[in-house]
């Protein structure tokens, strides 16, 4: 080994063992509610206020300064911390997470045993929650998986949509009035445009009414439009509360439009016991999506998009528009 070889290798590990030290006395700090959260320091306020230093700390340092503005932070890591329904990942996952970033394949190619990896955690999830999809993907959170999804029912829809656009369509969406914002963010994004989203009357449970579903489908149609996609949500951020799947479903198959459910939160609810009939007829949505980083306990961010049309992914993202 050369000297400047030794070199690095010395200097890592105290490095290495310095960054697990840190991680260990966070963890350990999260065993133990603490009474308020501290205030935003003098000097924290003094480093995110300072201009760009000429010479670097050393890393050492630099993640001594990470740990001490991130125990500065919100964290939902720390108990009785509920300011947002999404969990905090697991110790095990943390340094599952810590691990592949270490090896940092790139998922958007071949990769090899990783690639198979990846396919199988789908199926397992798929399985898991219910779902009998053929295909998916992993996305970086909900947004993009309702986002792809949308894509998917644009393409199946207008197969022309990805080289003519959707001028001269008059496509539609619908989604419960309680549904999250990244539906309609989606909706804009791909140029169906948010005057085009139908937000669906929801009953006293909070639930989409799939009457005034259909009603308002058929006034669609009647004026012209083009239903291209619901939105069905399984579990909203607002109440929990679970569309009636099968009832939505059988609006859609009526109308022959696509069905996504966005889980993001309460998806693997349909694993258990307790609350699994409320995701009766998930099986029959053509899409649907989880959010890992909240009740399957990853750190964020890790969405699953999951579809039972086979090749719809591959037809909404191939470079030949035709395949």
């Not at 006034?219 to 083009?226: E, I, K, N, S």
């Not at 693997?268 to 099986?283: K, M, N, Q, T, V």
């Amino acid at each position: 080994m050369s000297h400047l070889a030794e070199s690095l290798r010395d200097a890592r590990e105290p490095t290495l063992e310095h960054g697990l030290a840190l991680l260990a006395e966070a963890w350990r700090s999260f065993d133990h509610a603490r009474g308020q959260q501290p205030p935003v320091s003098a000097k924290t306020l003094a480093f995110v206020t300072s201009g760009l230093p000429e010479v670097g700390v050393g890393v050492q340092r630099a993640l001594d300064s990470v740990a001490f503005v991130l125990d500065e932070s919100l964290s939902q890591a720390r108990p009785r911390y509920f300011g947002y329904i999404g969990s905090s990942g697991l110790e095990t996952a943390v340094l599952a997470d810590a691990l592949a970033g270490s090896h940092d394949c790139n998922m958007a190619a071949e990769t090899g045993a990783a690639n198979l990896v990846e396919q199988q955690t789908l199926r397992w999830v798929a399985e898991y929650v219910g779902y009998p999809a053929v295909g998916g993907t992993f996305a970086s959170g909900g947004m993009v998986s309702n986002l792809t999804a949308l894509m998917a029912a644009r393409t199946a829809r207008f197969p022309d949509s990805r080289q003519a656009g959707l001028a001269g369509h008059r496509p539609t969406v619908y989604t419960s009035a309680d549904a999250h914002s990244s539906v309609a963010r989606a909706v804009e994004v791909l140029g169906v445009g948010a005057d085009n989203l139908r937000a669906v009357p929801v009953d006293r449970h909070r639930r989409m009414d799939p009457a005034s579903l259909r009603g308002l489908i058929a006034d669609d149609l009647a004026a012209g439009h083009t239903p291209m996609a619901v939105v069905a949500t399984a579990g909203t951020t607002l109440t929990g509360a679970v569309d009636p799947l099968k009832e939505v479903a059988a609006a859609c198959a009526e109308y022959d439009v696509w069905l996504h459910v966005d889980g993001a939160y309460g998806l693997p609810g349909a694993a258990s016991a307790r609350a699994g009939h409320l995701f009766d007829g998930l099986e029959l949505a053509d899409s649907a999506s989880v959010d890992a980083h909240k009740w399957l306990f990853v750190p964020k961010a890790c969405s699953v998009l999951m579809t039972r049309r086979a090749g719809a992914l591959r037809r909404t993202f191939a470079h030949d528009a035709s395949y």
